[in-house]
């Protein structure tokens, strides 16, 4: 996904969403958030990993959370992540930057 972020790579960056988690959501929206998280952020420096969360329900799924700090060239930011397991494989279903 961090690489998907830099690129700009919609297929890369859906990669990890099961298909019926991203119903909406198009190459172009995709491209819009970039472009603005560009401008706001500018490109991506690094990321730290600061800490796990408690797990968390959703839609019947437990989703393991952490947060990470964004290293921007214009700012830091926090970036929450949520992913569960199913079926053996791994998926995101939460990825926000504050």
């Given at each position: 996904m961090l690489k998907a972020d830099d690129t700009k790579d919609f297929e890369l960056y859906i990669k990890?969403?099961?298909?019926?988690?991203?119903?909406?959501?198009?190459?172009?929206?995709?491209?819009?958030?970039?472009?603005?998280m560009h401008q706001n952020n500018g490109m991506n420096l690094g990321y730290e990993f600061l800490t796990s969360l408690r797990t968390q329900s959703i839609d019947e799924l437990t989703v393991f959370r952490s947060v990470w700090k964004g290293i921007y060239e214009k700012r830091d930011a926090v970036i929450e992540i949520g992913i569960y397991e199913k079926e053996g494989n791994w998926y995101l279903i939460r990825s926000a930057v504050y």
């Open positions: 990890r969403y099961e298909k019926g988690r991203i119903v909406g959501f198009s190459q172009e929206r995709f491209h819009k958030d970039i472009e603005c």
